[in-house]
């Protein structure tokens, strides 16, 4: 393999795809100890490697969910090739696929697009592995027992980043299935609505492009306003944690803009 690598990743890539020809770290997915095209005899594999530290938690945990979520997602994703867990690494490679990242601001042509995804995550059935994936991430930014309006049985995408959407010519794909829980089925659509805002739209509209995917529009109202509130506070304490990333302060900008929303009905 011609760029510098572990020998024991590297044997545990080439088992799967055979010689690699070259090696191409891609621009985003920094968080995991490899992001990467092989190219390869029989085409490109995009592989996402790391290392298995013996540790329960964390991105390891989070790309077995990805490894394992895979098949279930009714081709929104690039196909997964194949996953192992070996030689001190969880490595995942995945069927390369063409695109480039949608624009969510006002007007964008890509926003079709990104609602009919956002409407096919919402019919996704919840898979068997899911079950013990329940949302609690918000559970403490809320009185107690509120955290029960978030609960439920949808297959939930919590990072809609523009760099997550792949349009491209056959179509859009969701990419970076890093992190999939279970839960209330609103919870994904509502946190596009904050990108959207962060995208300069206003709440009001991002609401509204929304209107047609069940997911979002069956949704209880206090459930989404209890959601709104929680989430502006959760983005607001990691933009406090790390000031030195002003994307959070613009998502927590955002999410506190659309929470104000909420609360005036």
């Known amino acids: 393999m011609p760029n ?30 490899l992001t990467a095209l092989a190219e390869t005899e029989a085409g490109a594999v995009f592989v996402k490697a790391m290392r298995d530290r013996g540790r329960a938690g ?7 969910r990805e490894i394992a979520v895979a098949p279930h997602l009714g081709g929104l994703a690039p196909a997964l090739l194949w996953g192992e867990a070996d030689s001190g ?28 995804v956002v409407r096919r995550v919402g019919e996704l059935p919840l898979p ?24 439920g049985r949808a297959l939930l995408y919590t990072d809609w980043h523009p760099h997550n959407f792949l349009l491209g010519p056959a179509g859009c794909w969701l990419v970076d299935w890093s992190w999939p829980t279970r839960g209330a089925a609103f919870i994904s659509p ?29 949704a209880p109202a206090a459930a989404v306003d209890a959601f709104a509130a929680a989430h502006a506070l959760m983005c607001r ?26 609360a005036e009905g």
């Open 4 to 33: 510098p690598l572990d020998p024991s990743l590297a044997t545990l890539i080439e088992r799967h795809t055979g010689p690699v020809k070259q090696l191409r770290p891609t621009e985003h997915g920094r968080g995991s100890d």
């Open 58 to 64: 964390g991105r390891r945990d989070s790309l077995l």
């Open 89 to 116: 690494w969880v490595v995942g490679g995945w069927e390369a696929a063409e695109g480039r990242p949608v624009d969510l601001r006002p007007g964008s042509t890509d926003l079709p697009a990104v609602v009919d």
């Open 128 to 151: 068997e592995v899911a079950e013990d994936w329940p949302e609690q991430r918000w559970d403490r930014f809320v009185a107690p027992g509120e955290e029960d309006l978030f609960a």
């Open 190 to 218: 509502a946190l596009l609505v904050v990108e959207l805002v962060a995208a300069g739209h206003q709440p009001a509209a991002a609401q509204g492009l929304l209107a047609d995917c069940p997911a979002w529009s069956g």
């Open 237 to 262: 304490s990691a933009a406090d944690r790390r000031p030195q990333q002003p994307w959070l302060a613009a998502v927590a900008d955002a999410a506190e803009c659309w929470a104000a929303h909420r």
